[in-house]
């Protein structure tokens, strides 16, 4: 479940060690944004040796290095593979199939030095350019490591020659292009975190679209943040108790040999069926692949 | 004298500063701040252990703690060192 992601600045020990029990679902060690240049190297060996010590209980652990197109990468990688605990790299400017190629490669060449299982570090790539987002099938379709794609916020607004509004119609056709990139690709669409951290009403509002346009979670930049979007795409007990009698209804009518049953009034065909284990899986009632 | 730091004075970290010292001066290791009144040989140990790893002798160590956990100051001692080294 990745419904949450919380950014932890890489050089604040204070983030670092207190990120994890926030209650996210995941959780990211930033070596670039968040990171000055002059700090860099800090930050490196600071999450190297939080990642060592492994104490993160269940959420998913990653790390956003610095960019292919930086003098860094490969440092931040080489410092951060080899470590106890690490889920996954989330790559930014991750733009072209190309990019994860030269990525996915260089993850192998470490997996192998350190005997660590082929494949094992997956990667969450960032779009951050026009070109990104275009090319978003391709990109999670480049390696089998690739499991989420995310949009760019401020880089790609840039690129794309807008700016911010309160509403984020700048932003919202890359992300609808995301969502049904990542559904084709099979990969996780993670939906852009929201930036004004004590607008609950905005980030709920925000949270809320986000997921009626498919995307899995959000990434987050404040604890606070994470109750409201967890409240969002978690289902509620109503939504729960629906998919239950629609599975159990389906079931039913399959060992009756019947073609179709209704529920509610509504008839429940393949996609209702789907739908309904979906609601499951993301209750955590379910697995995934059930 | 040639000297580098690493860490700041925000809470729960630390700021290391590392200086040469003369050749055969061995490691001397200087600690304040908030945690050395109780953790003092912990402290000290973790910045000898961090400094045996890199293989770093002849050092003047000063750390000026805020709370610092034991991985943190191993951090801020190895950057530290590395800075002086010109390794970043």
Redesign the interface.
């Known amino acids: 479940m990745r419904r949450t992601m919380l950014y932890l600045p890489g050089n604040?020990?204070?983030m670092l060690?207190r990120g994890h029990l926030f209650g996210s679902d995941g959780i990211v060690m930033d070596m670039e944004d968040a990171v000055a240049l002059s700090e860099?190297?800090?930050a490196r060996?600071?999450i190297s040796?939080?990642l060592r010590?492994g104490d993160f209980g269940r959420v998913e652990v990653t790390v956003r290095i610095n960019g292919a197109d930086t003098e860094f990468w490969k440092k931040d990688l080489e410092a951060v593979v080899p470590c106890k605990r690490l889920d996954g790299i989330r790559l930014p400017k991750a733009d072209s199939p190309q990019i994860i190629k030269d990525v996915d490669e260089e993850l192998s060449r470490l997996e192998d030095k350190y005997g660590i299982a082929q494949g094992h570090i997956k990667l969450f790539c960032i779009l951050e350019t026009a070109y990104g987002i275009w090319h978003a099938y391709d990109v999670a379709t480049a390696s089998k490591r690739v499991t989420a794609i995310l949009p760019g916020g401020e880089d790609l607004v840039a690129d794309l020659k807008t700016s911010r509004t309160p509403e984020g119609t700048e932003l919202e056709w890359s992300r609808r292009m995301i969502v049904i990139a990542a559904r084709a690709a099979g990969v996780d669409a993670i939906d852009l975190m929201f930036p004004r951290v004590t607008d609950d009403k905005g980030l709920r509002r925000d949270a809320q679209f986000s997921k009626d346009l498919g995307f899995d979670g959000k990434s987050v930049i404040h604890p606070n943040q994470i109750p409201v979007i967890h409240e969002i795409f978690t289902p509620s007990e109503k939504e729960i108790e629906k998919a239950q009698r629609i599975i159990a209804a389906a079931e039913d009518a399959r060992a009756r040999g019947l073609g179709t049953v209704s529920v509610d009034g509504r008839m429940v065909d393949v996609p209702v069926v789907k739908r309904a284990h979906y609601i499951l899986v993301k209750a955590g009632l379910e697995k995934e692949d059930e | 004298m040639k000297f580098a730091s690493?860490?700041t004075l925000?809470?729960?970290?630390c700021l290391v500063t590392v200086s040469e010292g003369g050749r055969g001066s061995g490691l001397a290791v200087e600690l304040e701040g908030s945690g050395v009144s109780r953790f003092r040989s912990a402290m000290e140990k973790t910045v000898r252990d961090t400094l045996e790893a890199l293989g770093a002798n002849d050092l003047m160590v000063n750390v000026n703690d805020r709370g610092?956990?034991d991985?943190?100051l191993?951090?801020?001692v190895?950057?530290a060192v590395?800075?002086l080294r010109g390794e970043?």
């Open positions: 604040n020990p204070n060690v860099k190297d800090a060996i600071m040796k939080f010590r | 690493a860490g925000e809470s729960m970290d610092a956990l991985v943190v191993e951090a801020r190895e950057t590395k800075r970043r």
